[in-house]
């Protein structure tokens, strides 16, 4: 849509900066609301193998008409499937699951690095694979820790385009954030709203009265100031609506000082910590 920005990716692809994401949407749903984000604009949508809802996510596409080349579909590897022989048949599994011949952009879901023996690499590897074939236009990790992003640099030629971090004004996660930057990936900052959970702090209520926007937009907006990609999650489209509006108005700086200072560091995750992580779906 117009007026949401693209950011540059390192491999020349470009992302919407502000999308939709369907985490925790239940299955037989997943159509009509993801349909709903498209009519109110979202043309970025964030799902995952894990979710169970791709091929929802794929009936909307298909129901919605609009152009392939507008749409900017992510997907990520389930927990499962990490071993090369399991993720070929799990990425064919998605592109038929979204009916699409190409994904824009798939990820490693979690690194897990307690498991296969620590070996995320050989993920990567096979990931490189379908950006190769072209079926993967843009590839990225999510939940890597810096010195997971590291061993990826040392043992392989591609960079991540992306790293989908939790990220909101609770848990700043300033190390993970700082290591994308100097490494050229962009943030992608997953529950940006800590699942509702920041909308009543009375630092971001208070400026949202200052700037006469609702606690989740100046919430939305911190992030897209810090120059993150984020997809909220909605059910409702009054707040889908609400959480598109992004675009005309801005945070003085001490308001971006005042969010960023509410850290509580690992206190404030609403998710698991990637370092000891290791939940595989049945
Ligand atoms: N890579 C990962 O490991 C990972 C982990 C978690 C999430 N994610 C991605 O990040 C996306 C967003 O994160 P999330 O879904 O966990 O949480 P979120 O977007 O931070 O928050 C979603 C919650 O906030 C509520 N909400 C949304 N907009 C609101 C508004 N304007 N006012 C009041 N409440 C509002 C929603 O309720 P209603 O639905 O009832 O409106 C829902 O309960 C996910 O959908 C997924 O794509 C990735």
Not at 207 to 213: F, H, K, Q
């Amino acid at each position: 849509m117009a007026n949401v920005p693209n950011l540059s990716l390192n491999d020349g692809n470009t992302i919407p900066q502000l999308g939709f994401g369907v985490f925790q949407v239940p299955p037989e749903d997943t159509a009509r609301i993801t349909g709903q984000a498209f009519e109110v604009g979202y043309r970025h949508i964030d799902t995952a193998q894990m979710y169970g809802n791709e091929k929802g996510v794929g009936k909307a596409i298909r129901d919605s008409g609009i152009p392939r080349e507008e749409l900017f579909i992510t997907s990520k590897l389930n927990n499962g499937f990490h071993e090369p022989e399991k993720a070929r048949p799990a990425f064919d599994q998605t592109l038929d699951d979204l009916g699409l011949e190409f994904v824009d952009l798939f990820l490693i879901h979690w690194p897990l690095p307690t498991r296969y023996d620590g070996d995320f690499v050989s993920t990567w590897k096979t990931l490189i694979e379908f950006r190769e074939d072209g079926r993967a236009r843009s590839i990225g990790v999510s939940n890597f820790q810096p010195d997971h992003l590291a061993r990826l640099a040392a043992e392989t030629d591609v960079v991540p385009a992306v790293n989908q971090i939790e990220v909101h004004p609770y848990l700043v996660n300033e190390a993970a954030r700082s290591a994308n930057q100097a490494a050229g990936i962009l943030t992608e900052s997953w529950s940006p709203i800590a699942q509702g959970g920041v909308l009543d702090d009375e630092v971001i209520t208070k400026i949202a009265a200052e700037v006469g926007r609702t606690a989740a937009q100046v919430t939305l907006r911190w992030h897209i100031q810090r120059g993150d990609i984020v997809f909220p999650k909605s059910s409702t489209p009054e707040r889908m609506a609400e959480n598109f509006a992004l675009f005309d108005f801005e945070l003085n700086d001490e308001a971006m000082r005042d969010i960023t200072a509410l850290d509580r560091g690992e206190e404030g995750r609403t998710g698991p910590n990637p370092d000891v992580f290791d939940f595989i779906p049945v």
